[in-house]
């Protein structure tokens, strides 16, 4: 059986830029993309806090250093600049890989430097 898991999150990072003109995708800070280990053109699930929206596009390298999150194309309707939106990829695991399994948890401020990582989401309580 095989199971889809969460692989790595950018969790609240902030929309830099959102170009309807440019080819369809997503382009993320190289330094950013490399802290999460989501690679160049990887399947992304973008969900907009702002608005609801969640859709999925692909990753493109923006500059490192820059900061970027620019929605391209048509998912350009779906984010504005300062949006703030959780960048995801999953993987397709084995069921005997699970339990060794760790995602790359990457928590972003404002300005979408890295304020945290982490292997694991705490647990919710009531």
Sequence with gaps: MQLTLLKSKLHQARVTHSELEYE???AIDADL???AGIHEYEQIHIYNLNNGE???????RAQAGSRIISINGAAA????????????????L???EVA?????LVYLDEE????RTSDQIPVQVA
């Design 100 to 104: 060794n399994f760790k995602p790359k």
């Design 54 to 60: 969640r859709f999925t596009t692909y990753a493109i």
């Design 77 to 92: 309707h779906k984010a504005d600049p300062g949006d703030r939106v959780i960048i995801c990829t999953y993987a397709e």
């Design 33 to 35: 993309l490399n802290e």
């Design 112 to 115: 979408n430097r890295v304020k």
């Design 94 to 96: 084995a069921q005997h």
């Design 24 to 26: 369809g995708s997503c």
